[in-house]
């Protein structure tokens, strides 16, 4: 009887053993799941800064014509835009 409680009582152990070393690996995956999150929230932040930045700006006639030029392509009527094509 004793040689049948010290293998159960080593089977528990092996049992606990195995338990805490896989809560350990999901603690670890869970920290760098969480650094991969919070980095994205920072440059989400940073992005949002230069959303707000832009819409501050977006009374200014000058930079509303530059970004409808460079982003969307617009012209005047009578204005001809030429691109260069040699790659340089």
């Known amino acids: 009887m004793n040689l049948l409680l010290?293998?159960?009582?080593?089977?528990?152990i092996c049992t606990i053993?195995?338990?805490?070393?896989?809560?350990?690996?999901?603690?670890?995956?869970?920290?760098?799941?969480l650094e991969e999150i919070e980095i994205l929230c920072e440059e989400q932040r940073i992005?949002?800064?230069?959303?707000?930045r832009m819409l501050q700006m977006g009374d200014d006639d000058d930079y509303i014509e530059r970004?409808?030029?460079a982003k969307?392509?617009?012209?005047?009527?009578?204005?001809?835009?030429?691109?260069?094509?040699?790659?340089k």
Not at 47 to 52: C, Q, T, W, Y
Not at 72 to 83: K, T, W
């Open 47 to 52: 992005a949002n800064k230069e959303v707000e």
């Open 67 to 69: 970004v409808a030029r």
């Open 17 to 33: 053993a195995t338990l805490l070393v896989q809560l350990q690996a999901d603690i670890v995956r869970s920290r760098k799941q």
């Open 72 to 87: 969307s392509g617009y012209a005047y009527p009578d204005e001809r835009i030429f691109y260069p094509i040699s790659g």
């Open 6 to 12: 010290r293998l159960v009582v080593l089977c528990f």
